[in-house]
């Protein structure tokens, strides 16, 4: 085995680590054209969006599973010497495979029934995970598990990891020096994105620090973990600061549990501890309390009034009018023989103050909304003209009137909608629309379409084609804002429930969980002495902070090929352990 490393094999462990320490930071600008479709959703110019972080991260991965496809059939065919210790052919891996091969039976399945297929072949704009994307993560999971279960692979693993964190904090601090203390996202497309990403990263360091021996190690892989939890803090993602506590709190028990010197691991343990409470001191102390103002936005205001805000509880779009139901006072906006007029909850004509194109009202109850009216010019359009009502929220409310009286509502690129009501979602659930910053909206609003995609789902990429988009009254509600398009479900479980199916989603996922599993069993009985023990100790504790991340947050291009990478890595130390035990 160890002359066979001296080879080829030992190369694909240099460029996997490569890999693994290069693709978190590909970014490339790619103008990309919106189909017919994606229009209906995504803002755009022109029909064209600037991308930096998905494309091509989405193509390299492509690019780097095909590869390792044709390596790892090329070493069957042309091996410099015969080597039967193929990891994914030994042992028990038949509940990986088979997993694996639902999933992507799904998948696949899914993208043929798609009536979207650009998106299902190459994912939505804002995530990127097409069928090809979602074989790739197959393919890099294989590859990892396959490449690093042995000595120099755990080596180069460990290494890789270091060079990230430490690239990581670096670019992290840049940017938040540079912007003056604002949120820090890197490249990962959003800030919750990169929070994620550092969670992922977190335990290892902190691991590997924990297990250091020399006194330079430990100084320079303590700062890098502290390090990683000021990146935490400066994403501004509640998630994330919640999983980093729960990480740091659950590596060090762990390390105390199997550590033989308490005393020694004690003073370990109370030296991060310290550090790490020093710092968010400070950071707080500087930011004006930002780890606390964190834990404060799980929740959104959807049920507060703002002093001088016409609080808005009902919108009727009928054929000739619209009508919103506030707190005390009913406004009608009606459009009949050419005449706009202003009608109050008896129908009777509102006195109002007009300038600049502007309605005001002059009776008690309405003065804090006002009506924009903006006549269309141009004859060729079937729109007369918008309204634009402002009501105190974040923006106006926007209708149109169209050229045959009737009243529409304004989608995405000025589109005429005609249905701006919420999905059929139960009732109960619409009190929870502001659970973690609104995501309890998308998730209540998103059962409707799991009913439909227990076996297949609509296809890779497809949840925001539909998802009953232009909820007036939810978005409003939820977001202070009408404006609003729900292009994700904001947890990557429900995502993939719609994309591939709920058979698909549970596959999926039970790879992972079937990694983790077995690093926890074999973490018990690990004795604690060589290298994988910090490796699988930091991997137990990333992957089970991904499965809460996924409860909240999207799967994603920028951020799922890690976990992938670290399946493939905790699934080549359990063979590494099942190996020394002769089994």
Request: charged share 15%; glycine share 10%.
């Amino acid at each position: 085995m160890k002359q066979n490393m001296l080879g080829y094999r030992k190369n694909i462990v240099k460029l996997l680590t490569v890999f693994l320490m290069f693709f978190p930071w590909i970014t490339y600008l790619k103008i990309v054209e919106y189909n017919e479709a994606e229009c209906r959703i995504f803002s755009s110019y022109d029909g064209t969006a600037a991308d930096l972080f998905i494309y091509y991260k989405e193509r390299i991965l492509i690019g780097a599973a095909v590869f390792l496809i044709c390596w790892f059939i090329g070493e069957r065919l042309f091996p410099d010497k015969v080597d039967n210790q193929v990891p994914i052919f030994k042992g028990n891996n038949w509940g990986l495979f088979i997993s694996m091969g639902i999933f992507a039976g799904m998948a696949i399945i899914s993208t043929i029934l798609s009536e979207n297929k650009k998106n299902a072949l190459w994912g939505s704009p804002t995530e990127g995970e097409g069928l090809f994307t979602l074989l790739s993560y197959l393919v890099i999971i294989l590859a990892f598990y396959n490449y690093f279960a042995n000595e120099y692979g755990m080596k180069m693993i460990k290494i890789g990891i270091q060079v990230v964190g430490v690239i990581t904090v670096l670019a992290s601090l840049v940017q938040y020096i540079y912007t003056q203390g604002e949120t820090v996202s890197l490249i990962f497309y959003n800030a919750s994105y990169y929070g994620g990403f550092v969670c992922l990263i977190l335990p290892f360091l902190l691991s590997f620090f924990l297990r250091a021996q020399k006194m330079g190690q430990r100084i320079l892989l303590g700062v890098v973990s502290v390090g990683m939890f000021f990146c935490v803090i400066a994403s501004n993602s509640t998630t994330a600061l919640y999983i980093a506590l729960g990480e740091y709190l659950l590596v060090t028990i762990l390390y105390l549990f199997k550590e033989v010197s308490k005393k020694q691991a004690m003073l370990k343990i109370g030296g991060i501890w310290g550090v790490t409470l020093l710092t968010v001191i400070l950071l707080s102390v500087i930011d004006g309390g930002s780890i606390f103002s964190i834990l404060r936005n799980s929740n959104s205001a959807t049920d507060q009034i703002v002093e001088g805000r016409f609080e808005i509880l009902d919108i009727q779009l009928e054929e000739t009018s619209v009508t919103l139901q506030g707190e005390e006072k009913t406004l009608m906006i009606s459009y009949e023989e050419g005449q706009l007029s202003l009608l109050g909850e008896e129908r009777q004509a509102l006195d109002v103050n007009y300038e600049n194109d502007i309605f005001s009202f002059v009776e008690p109850g309405y003065e804090n909304i006002t009506l924009e009216v903006l006549v269309n010019e141009e004859d060729a359009t079937d729109i007369l003209a918008k309204i634009r009502v402002d009501a105190g929220y974040k923006d106006t409310i926007d209708f149109y009137i169209l050229r045959n009286g009737t009243f529409s509502g304004v989608g995405q690129n000025n589109q005429i909608v005609t249905d701006i009501g919420g999905a059929d979602s139960p009732d109960l659930l619409k009190k929870y629309y502001g659970v973690f910053t609104g995501r309890g909206y998308a998730w209540a609003n998103s059962l409707p379409i799991l009913k439909k995609t227990i076996i297949t789902g609509v296809g890779p990429g497809n949840f925001a084609f539909y998802f009953k988009q232009h909820d007036y009254l939810g978005m409003l509600q939820t977001h202070k804002s009408t404006k609003y398009i729900i292009d994700k479900p904001h947890s990557a479980y429900i995502q993939y429930g719609v994309n591939v199916g709920i058979v698909g989603m549970i596959t999926f996922f039970a790879i992972f969980l079937l990694a983790w599993i077995r690093g926890v069993k074999s973490f018990t009985v690990h004795r604690g002495e060589t290298d994988t023990f910090e490796l699988q100790l930091g991997g137990i504790v990333s992957l089970a902070g991904f499965f809460i991340y996924s409860m909240i947050n999207d799967s994603m291009i920028t951020v799922t090929p890690i976990v992938c990478m670290i399946t493939g890595l905790m699934l080549a130390i359990d063979y590494i352990e099942q190996r020394k035990g002769g089994k």
